[in-house]
Nanobody, 122 residues
């Protein structure tokens, strides 16, 4: 599977932004999808994950109540709606895919797209 993330940009604190990730392949629904981010000088961290049919959804504690992951299997797309953005949300955001349940549960994804930069000014 190949992944292409988009939607990043410069916003102010409190604003909203929606990231999109387009996936190639005819078996998109077979993949667990996730979003990760990496802030300058920090390690990459898990943000959100969603199962193939959207039944299982996970969000990191740091974004719960503000970010929402969703997917549209008919369009091979996964989204990250980000509301009430904070300066500490500034990072490069990556879309990822995984086809193994255990790796999904442990947030260890095998397939990665390029990142999209989100900058939140105070």
């Amino acid at each position: 599977v190949q992944l292409q993330a988009s939607g990043g940009g410069l916003v102010q604190a409190g604003d909203s932004l929606r990231l999109s990730c387009a996936a190639s392949g005819r078996t998109f629904r077979n993949y667990y999808m996730g979003w990760f981010r990496q802030a300058p000088g920090k390690e990459r961290e898990f943000v959100a994950g969603i199962s193939g049919r959207g039944v299982t959804i996970k969000h990191a504690d740091s974004v719960k109540g503000r970010f929402t992951i969703s997917r549209d299997n008919a369009k091979n797309m996964v989204y990250l709606q980000m509301n009430s953005l904070k300066p500490e949300d500034t990072a490069v955001y990556y879309c990822a895919a995984e086809d193994d349940y255990n790796r999904f549960q442990s947030a260890q994804y095998n397939y990665w797209g390029q990142g999209t930069l989100v900058t939140v000014s105070s």
